[in-house]
Nanobody, 124 residues
């Protein structure tokens, strides 16, 4: 089993930046695909960005391309989400998820382990 712990959320004005961190522990070798999801009140949880830990290949949902960057630090067992040019619609609880490699990185069922989430609030 993989344990995931998110940090770095907070409140920021539109146009600002935040960096989220996901600490990975436990059976880290199982965490071959790690992704960030978000869920706003009343909305479905959606995939934001994913990364293959083996080669760093990254995937993004269209709405964050060019603004968000996902990266991993294998030595620190951590995955980061650098968020820039934030918009009010980016406000949500952000979750880190881990699972085996999958072509469907944005599908919730591709992941076996989830963190508790970190809140991001962007004000206009």
């Amino acid at each position: 089993q993989v344990q995931l712990e998110e940090s770095g959320g907070g409140s920021v004005q539109a146009g600002g930046s935040l960096r989220l961190s996901c600490g990975v522990s436990g059976s880290t070798k199982l965490a071959r695909l790690i992704a960030w999801f978000r869920q706003a009140p009343g909305a479905e949880r959606e995939g934001v960005a994913g990364v293959l830990t083996s080669n760093g290949a990254a995937f993004y949902t269209d709405s964050v391309k060019g603004r968000f960057t996902i990266s991993r630090d294998s030595a620190k067992n951590a995955v980061y989400l650098q968020m820039s040019s934030l918009k009010p619609e980016d406000s949500a609880m952000y979750y880190c998820a881990a699972g085996p490699p999958s072509y469907s990185w944005a599908r919730l069922t591709a992941y076996t382990d989830w963190g508790q989430g970190t809140q991001v609030t962007v004000s206009s």
